[in-house]
Every structure is written in C-alpha cells, then in structure tokens.
C-alpha cells in the first residue's frame, strides 16, 4: 500500500540547534516533494519544493534534501527560534494532478 | 489579495442535514482542492478541479459532491451529514504547474 510516513513522534529541540524533519514515502513515484508550515487553527503554508532530479534545495534557514533511492527526504531548520515552533507537513504529487499529504511532525523549540 | 476564502468558519449539523461549503480565490489559479483533516490522518483529497467545468475525485469522495461554479469558486457539498464527516475541511488552489499550493484557513465542522 501507498504511505507516507514521518517522525511519528513531537519533536523538542534547544534553541539556536539544528531540527530535522523526515519524510519516508513507499509505493510512490513521486515528480517532486513539498514542505508545508502549519500553525494550530490555520492552514497550510508552502515552504518549499524539491524535484526528482534535485539533491538539495535551500532557502535561508531551511534545507531540503530528497533521496529517490531511500524514498526519503530531510527537511533541515537551521539556527532554530521558538517562532519555528509548528507542525510540518511533507507532501507529494505523483502522476496526476493529486497530493498526498503525511500526517506531520509536531515541532517545538525551547528557549 | 485575500487569497483563498472559506465560508463558514465553523459549523454544527446534526446528522442527516445537509450543508454547503463554500471556497473561493482571487489568484486567477486554474487548479482548485477540496481537503479534510483529521488526527492521526494527515491532510486527505477530498475533490478537486483541474479547471473550470472540471471535477475530478481524490482518496475520500464519498458522501460528498462538488460544484466547480466558475473559475473562483469551488464548493463542497455535504448531502446527508454524517458523524463520520466530522473534521477540518480546507479548500486550496495553485497555479498553472499546480506546484505550490495556496490553502484557505479552513472549516470546522462537528456532525453530531
């Protein structure tokens, strides 16, 4: 079956730290990956995008990575702020105009 | 630019009522999504709409239709309300390579 999966579990760091988010993925052939931002009461906000042929994607503190042989990708805050707090959806499109979503991990970052 | 609006905020039907809701966007964006969230689920494609005049089903299609009423709007309909459709519904819309995708700030409904 099709499953996206993430770090099941929250995930609290110190501030000023590194947080790394996973996204692991099976059955799926997906053309490109998507990071979502969402904050409690509202809804998703687009972060960022990684193509099947891309290895890295950056955008000041954040950091993309995709790996189509492990079916995974690392989403990377660099230089953490408790403003980072949220949870974080990871998404794909496969063929077709649809988007699969993983259930999200929780993020906190302690002060 | 409001971007995408959702109608009503919150909502709740009692079993076997039928409500309407509705979407809309002001970004000219071709491609229109219909979404639920329930804990533990993750974010599921209810409908969508590549363009206008055209719907097309996700994952969970049941139990709901949709109208896609003209290159803004997009509603979804719930025809007999059931516990089970209890959640968050979020509408979202992208652009011509359906790359990003702009979501709305969601409606909750509680079906008792």
């Known amino acids: 079956s099709q499953k996206i999966e993430q770090n099941s579990e929250a995930l609290n760091i110190q501030e000023g730290k590194t947080a790394t988010l996973t996204c692991n993925y099976t059955?799926?052939?997906?053309?490109?990956l998507q990071w979502y931002r969402q904050d409690p009461g509202r809804g998703p906000v687009f972060l960022l995008l990684i193509r099947e042929n891309e290895k890295e994607k950056r955008k000041e503190r954040l950091k993309v990575t995709f790996d189509t042989t492990l079916k995974q990708s690392l989403f990377h805050i660099t230089a953490s702020q408790p403003a980072d707090s949220a949870t974080y959806l990871c998404a794909l499109r496969n063929t077709g105009n649809q988007f699969y979503f993983g259930t999200g991990t929780s993020l906190t970052v302690i002060p | 630019n409001a971007g995408v609006t959702q109608t009503p905020k919150f909502q709740v039907l009692k079993t076997g009522q039928s409500m309407t809701l509705q979407c809309a966007q002001d970004m000219n964006h071709n491609s229109m999504y219909w979404y639920r969230q329930d804990p533990g689920m993750g974010l599921r494609l209810i409908y969508y709409?590549?363009?206008?005049?055209?719907?097309d089903k996700g994952e969970v299609p049941n139990g709901y239709n949709v109208s896609r009423l003209n290159k803004r709007e997009f509603s979804l309909r719930l025809e007999s309300a059931a516990p089970s459709q209890t959640s968050v519904y979020f509408c979202?819309?992208?652009?011509?390579?359906?790359?990003?995708?702009?979501f709305g700030p969601g409606t909750r409904l509680l079906v008792l």
């Open positions: 709409s590549a363009s206008e005049g055209t719907t």
């Open positions: 059955n799926y052939s997906p053309a490109y």
């Open positions: 979202a819309s992208s652009g011509p390579y359906q790359e990003t995708q702009y």
